[in-house]
């Protein structure tokens, strides 16, 4: 048994299960943001049309995630597609504290389909109801590669990426309910999830240094099971330490 645990979570048993809960939680905060933007694309649509949209919605976010487990493997192995994503990870960052810093506009959270050209050339041929699902299947793509370098950046232990992403998956269905509720009460959780993806970025950028140095400091302090350790501890105090401020002392702000 002690064998298994090791192959699959690595000679350090307890580090490997924190980089697991690090990926679940990421996931699933992800995963509530992403169920937010699919939820206004719906908006316009019958309302006896919503649900089922957003139910094709779940299966393409599964099937694509699946999909991006194999993507993972494949990512691990070839150096510079991490660097390439943490530059990607690190450009979602900075496009949420852009809008974040613009003044607040009730349309801003609203997603202008009749502006995409995918949902443009499929609404003439396949109707409002399928473009629109076209249009959802599409950005669940997108999540997914965001998911996926994510995880990656957390471990390139494939073994520990496919148990964080198909948690994550399953928290998609049972326990998002749970996290909007906690994002709802806790407002300042997302820009968290946002600082976490901006580290994670970095972390996959300078993974390059490790390809052309590998023995500098620099490399170690970026790459390896100590850095995954290290990464994973302090993406837990971002998340642990303002959720009990807030808690206790009101700061961050949380809502009643």
């Known amino acids: 048994m002690t064998e298994f645990l090791q ?5 350090d048993i307890q580090a490997g299960l924190l980089v697991v809960l690090n990926l679940i939680i990421i996931e699933s905060l992800l995963s509530v943001d992403n ?8 908006m316009d649509l019958p309302a006896h049309q919503r649900s089922r949209a957003l139910r094709y ?10 999909l991006c487990l194999i993507f993972a493997a494949w990512l691990v192995q070839i150096w510079w597609l991490k660097p390439v994503g ?7 960052t900075y496009s949420y504290f ?13 997603v ?18 399928w473009a629109t699902v076209a249009l959802v ?10 998911n996926v370098f994510a995880a990656v950046a957390f471990t390139d232990r494939i073994q520990l990426i496919v148990i964080g992403v198909f948690i994550g998956i399953l928290a998609m269905r ?6 909007v509720g906690l994002m709802e009460r806790f407002p300042f959780l997302e820009t968290v999830a946002f600082i976490v993806i901006g580290i994670l970025g970095l972390k996959l950028t300078l993974s390059a240094i490790s390809h052309y140095f590998p023995g500098s400091t620099m490399a170690i302090l970026t790459d390896g099971e100590t850095a995954d350790l290290y990464t994973s501890i302090l993406t837990v105090a971002l998340f642990v330490l303002p959720l009990a401020s807030a808690y206790f002392f009101n700061w961050p702000e949380r809502r009643k």
């Open 86 to 92: 943490g530059l990607y990870l690190l450009y979602l």
């Open 7 to 11: 192959y699959i979570f690595g000679s």
């Open 35 to 42: 169920a937010a933007v699919l939820a206004t694309m719906v």
């Open 137 to 146: 299947e599409l950005m669940d793509l997108a999540f997914s590669i965001d």
């Open 57 to 66: 919605g779940i299966i393409g976010a599964y099937v694509f995630r699946g």
């Open 112 to 129: 202008d389909k009749k502006a995409n050209w995918l949902y443009r050339a499929t609404l003439g041929s396949l109707g409002q109801f």
């Open 174 to 179: 049972f326990v998002a309910q749970g996290f």
């Open 98 to 110: 852009k809008g974040k810093s613009t003044p607040d506009d009730p349309s801003d959270d609203y």
